[in-house]
């Protein structure tokens, strides 16, 4: 995973709620078999608008996602994921993340970073007054800075630490594949196992 | 204090706790299909790693699977690219598949409990939200992202954030007609679309233990609609007898092992919930979505809301964009929507009940004219057995095409898809913005309100239905 420390760039404001995982990136896009080429899906449906904010030309470039409550609802797919990263979206602000979106995202080095509803709303109006207005994510410090806001937010010790770091959640898993050995000489013999029964 | 079901799953799965870390939990069953596998296979390969317990792990072919001419080669030649992936993968790491073709394929979360993989106390995982379907048995489960599916692959184990518990309570009894579709639509239309974030739902009461153990898989596959992490139901005798006899249910003395320990998981009485729903089942009533989020429900008898009645203003503005997209307008009557298509079927409504439901409706009636109906089994055992109870005739004889299993029209990943504007009321779980192909408006309804719609054309309850059927078929 790619390491992140804190991104400054320009954002998309997203004024919409419920932003679910099939308008991030629809399902026919899902039978790729690779973790690129999802950029030209991100928000398909929405981008055939002319007027969708991230086809406004002051838009292009942005890195900083930021949208309205509930994002990233509905499926597991972490292609959602992929597609803003592959666009060039190094972090997301929102109120509040689908909890299995959040999940994904942490662990390709996305950040979603919450933030109450109402500096979203500074945050929007912010970027749309200025298109060119910088928003800066700074995880090591723990805060969302743009003109005339500072915000801090907050993301459990033991995910920072592996965002700051880059680290490979497998590799530190392995480190306790004893214990892991040790929990499976005690599971009962009632539990199913998948092989074929005659 | 007593502990929670989820809370007693959780505990006696926990491979390692430390301080500062997220629980390390160990899976006792991995499901897989071909959409969010291929990029976690090829990790492994990246890596020189190898599936640890091929044994706990099984994977079958459903969200891209043809329902048509299912022995010809798959048309889309980036959906056969997948399938023949997943084949590959299978393959090359030694995981037991059920391809098309194969009596066991269907959709992920109809094959696992079929098959009697799913079982009480167990942790159940699959790249697939709708993994919650498997917490009817009183396993946690949940769905899980790519780089968790190789994370599994991998180790057997997920680390994972604690979460919360909130309890679900729905007393009385069910009103005619009133299915546990409607119960469920009507608890997210309650809490929203994430009410239940962080949170692990437990579905109580005795509304939910008199339910089937079909019933009580409906209800927890769409416990993620609103935003939870998983859905539970303490298991029960109903749970046992449909377990007992199953290919991978525990026989003799592991069976009265199994069952002593099952018995044990029910929430304990002092046991503290962080939050709690009341509902009373006698006020439920045949519930549909009006809008593009499964939040945006309403009971049938109603009618399309205003926006301008909703307080909040980011919900007000998703009503309003909602309804642009659904093509309604405020106040019409939810009766009064007409509808082209009807589909039954999916992980939420296709199973034999669910079929069994829609057909005595159909039996000896037509569908409208002009409307499409698509019934597709969620496994070919499934679809065997309908066969079997003469089902697949109710369906054709109506106007109605009998297809092959798999997700379908859920999602449209393979052709079954509405063309643009198309209307449909379905019995799958998704009602966004294009999910059922682009452009299309969903209706969120039980199997019982697919099949009268599709006799009146227009959204409608078994309850509308005054024509005598013309023949006893």
Known sequence: ?198 | MGRTLAEKVWDDHVVRRAEGEPDLLYIDLHLLHEVTSPQAFDGLRLAGRKVRRTDLTIATEDHNTPTLDIDKPIADPVSRTQLETLRRNAEEFGVRIHSLGDVEQGVVHVVGPQLGLTQPGMTVVCGDSHTSTHGAFGALAFGIGTSQVEHVLATQTLPLAPFRTMAVTVEGELPEGVTAKDLILAVIARIGTGGGQGYVIEYRGSAVRSLSMEARMTVCNMSIEAGARAGMIAPDDTTFAYLQGRPHAPQGEDWDAAVAYWRTLATDDDAVFDHEVYIDAAELTPFVTWGTNPGQGAPLGASVPDPASFADPSERTAAENALAYMGLTPGTPLREVPVDAVFVGSCTNGRIEDLRAAADILRGRRIADGLRMLVVPGSVRVALQAVEEGLDKVFTAAGAEWRHAGCSMCLGMNPDQLAPGERCASTSNRNFEGRQGKGGRTHLVSPQVAAATAVLGRLAAPADLTDRISVEA
């Open chain 1, 1 to 198: 995973m790619e390491k992140f420390t804190a991104h400054t760039g320009r954002a998309v404001p997203l004024r919409r709620s419920n932003v679910d995982t099939d308008q991030i990136i629809p399902a026919h896009w899902l039978k790729k078999v690779t973790r690129t080429g999802f950029e030209d899906g991100l928000f398909e449906a929405w981008r055939k608008d002319p007027e969708f904010v991230l086809n406004r030309p002051e838009r292009q470039g942005a890195s900083v996602l930021v949208a309205g409550p509930e994002f990233g609802t509905g499926s597991s797919r972490e292609h959602a994921v992929w597609a803003l990263q592959n666009y060039g979206f190094r972090a997301v602000v929102s109120s509040r993340f689908a909890d299995i979106f959040r999940g994904n995202s942490l662990k390709n080095g996305l950040l979603t970073v919450i933030l109450p509803q109402e500096t979203v709303e500074r945050l929007w109006e912010l970027t749309e007054a200025d298109p060119a207005a910088e928003v800066t994510v700074d995880l090591e410090a723990r805060e969302v800075r743009a003109e005339g806001i500072t915000a801090p937010f907050e993301l459990d010790e033991n995910a920072r630490w592996r965002l700051l770091n880059g680290l490979d959640d497998i590799s530190l898993t392995l480190r306790h594949e004893d214990g892991i050995t040790d929990f499976e000489a005690g599971r009962p013999s009632f539990k199913p196992r998948t092989l074929p029964v005659a």
